[in-house]
């Protein structure tokens, strides 16, 4: 039955969308509406279903555990975006000089080009 219950709900939500384009001469917010209006059916259907509750109960689950986390304070969050932007410099820095070491290994030493 549940099976059948998602196969309405996604011939709704397809229906919603053909009748979007099928009546193009409609005005645009009432062709909105109706898409909205089936989205909303096909979802309160997929609801009913067993995938549905678990996909609900996940996502109030997933929702307290935001409420949990603790976000950092406008002085953290810039000290720390300030540290990523100076080891970014750094590491920069560091992989020009391997490059130009590399360089000067290839071209002066291995192949005896004079630059």
Known sequence: M????LIVAI???LGSIAAYYFFSDFQQVLRVLMVVAGVIAAGLLALTTEPGQATWAFAKGANIERQKVVWPTRREAMQVTLFVI?????????????????????????LNVAS
């Open 11 to 13: 011939l709704i939500l």
């Open 86 to 110: 100076i080891l970014v410099i750094i590491i920069g820095i560091y992989l020009w000089f391997l490059d130009w070491v590399s360089f000067q290994v290839i071209y002066d030493f291995i």
């Open 2 to 5: 549940d099976r059948v219950k």
